[in-house]
């Protein structure tokens, strides 16, 4: 029991950091944000507490930014502070990812050096796939494998290249640069909805100043302390808040 929710002994779904149930409403679900922490695709994995809060927060209050521009989101409600209801999805296995400045796998890839502004956002997919690596696949692949549809896809492009203009603009505001990002999407009664979770597990965020990271990277390079560097980050975003 957490909250007004009933959680069952098992998940219907159990994902690297976060473990989702089904609930009484067929048409919702119950996600718990997990204290676990991992990169590398499953290589590196150690437990922080606290971690579960903190990305659930950070999740709930970017859903409810996004609604309020007219994005639809999976986020319904929170039943406890690592535990959010949200909308049963049939997920679509692709990470949208939204970059601003070249960082991670795009510095690896291409000729590019780690902190490059580029010319304009720039979206590349991944299909999500662990056994597979999540290889990189591109607008002609997505429609061939069936995974959506010419229109869809622009769709599921718009709706990301608009959380990027909402994201930057208030993280900027925050003294943040919103480096990059990932999404996750999904489809119920023939809509398109955001999914997953938008957390410092999720995006590359750099103080504007010094450019120090206050994300997923302090992990996986061993920049120092990631749940002092999760915290700034919600301090810097909901003054008021405290853990
Ligand atoms: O690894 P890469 O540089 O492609 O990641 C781009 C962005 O997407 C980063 O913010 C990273 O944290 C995020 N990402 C993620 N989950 C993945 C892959 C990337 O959240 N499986």
């Known amino acids: 029991m957490r909250g007004s929710s009933v959680i069952p002994a098992k998940p219907l779904y159990e994902g690297k950091a976060k473990s989702v149930y089904t609930s009484e409403n067929p048409d919702e679900l119950i996600v718990v944000f997990r204290n676990d922490m991992t990169a590398f695709n499953g290589v590196k994995h150690d437990l922080f507490t606290d971690k579960g809060r903190l990305n659930a927060t950070a999740s709930e209050f ?24 949200v909308r049963r999805l049939e997920m679509i296995p692709l990470e949208v990812i939204v970059r601003n400045v070249a960082a991670g796998s795009m510095t690896k890839k291409y000729p590019v050096a780690e902190g490059t502004v580029l010319d304009w956002p720039v ?25 959506l549809t010419g229109d869809e896809l622009t769709q599921v492009k718009k709706i990301a290249l608009l959380v990027n203009t909402v994201l930057t603009r208030f993280f900027d505001e925050c003294g943040i640069r919103l480096v990059d990002f990932k999404l996750e999407f999904g489809k119920a009664g ?9 957390s410092m597990d999720s995006m590359r965020l750099w103080d504007k100043e010094t450019g120090e990271s206050f994300d997923k990277d302090v992990y996986r390079f061993n920049k120092g302390d990631v749940i002092t560097a ?13 853990l």
């Open 190 to 198: 023939g809509n398109i909805f955001l999914g997953d979770e938008i």
């Open 123 to 147: 979206v590349t997919i991944d299909y999500k796939d662990d056994e597979r690596g999540d290889p990189m696949i591109n607008d002609d692949l997505i429609q061939v494998l069936h995974i």
């Open 62 to 85: 970017f859903m409810k930014m996004l609604e309020a521009e007219g994005i639809k989101t999976h986020y319904i409600r929170m039943s406890a502070p690592d535990t959010m209801i």
């Open 230 to 242: 999760y915290r700034n980050v919600l301090k810097r975003i909901i003054p008021e808040f405290s």
